[in-house]
């Protein structure tokens, strides 16, 4: 048996947990913004109006391809220089 029993707020795996999930949810909000904003700021006109990029619509062009490729790149960053490898496995006090 443990002598102490941990909390997970003494527990700093929950600290590097918390940061990555708020993290994760910047990351959501980011792909959120970038897709709301391309897709109703350049597809708000009528079709007539519509301009073409490879032949879609360039609001579907920014909002669906380059804010998916730019949230691509994000999460890559953010997976190699912010996330933190920890163990899952718990020690043991001896």
């Known amino acids: 048996?443990?002598?102490?029993?941990?909390?997970p707020k003494d527990d700093p795996r929950y600290l590097v947990a918390?940061?990555?999930?708020?993290i994760g949810v910047g990351l959501v909000l980011i792909?959120?913004?970038l897709w709301?904003?391309?897709a109703y700021g350049f597809g708000s006109k009528p079709v007539e109006e519509y301009s073409y990029?490879?032949?879609l619509p360039a609001w579907f062009f920014y909002s669906c391809l380059l804010g998916?490729?730019?949230v691509i790149v994000?999460?890559?960053f953010?997976?190699?220089f912010l996330y933190k490898e920890v163990p899952f496995d718990e020690e043991e006090d001896e």
């Open 18 to 22: 918390n940061r990555e999930a708020l």
């Open 68 to 70: 998916t490729g730019i």
């Open 74 to 76: 994000l999460v890559i």
């Open 1 to 7: 048996m443990k002598q102490h029993e941990e909390t």
């Open 31 to 33: 792909n959120f913004i």
């Open 53 to 55: 990029i490879w032949g």
């Open 78 to 80: 953010a997976v190699v």
């Open 36 to 38: 709301y904003g391309f």
